[in-house]
């Protein structure tokens, strides 16, 4: 049976735990920057949903008509 160094496997450790902590601290940070970042225009007229004729047509077909 071969012998691991405890340090060695106690250090591995201790790093890949404190890369988590960084990465995850990372990605909670990211939408906050990336929503600064987005372009601001004065347009506020969005397309939304629609319900157009080929939607009805599906919504009555589902429902068995």
């Known amino acids: 049976m071969k012998t691991e160094k405890p340090l060695a496997r106690r250090q591995f ?3 890949l735990a404190t890369g988590t902590a960084a990465a995850g601290a990372a990605m909670a940070a990211a939408p906050a920057v ?3 970042d987005a372009p ?3 347009n506020s007229k969005t397309t939304g949903y629609r319900e157009s ?3 009805r047509r599906y919504y009555a077909a589902a ?3």
């Open 40 to 42: 601001t225009t004065g």
């Open 53 to 55: 004729e080929h939607v």
């Open 34 to 36: 990336m929503a600064a």
């Open 63 to 65: 429902r068995g008509q």
């Open 13 to 15: 450790l201790k790093t």
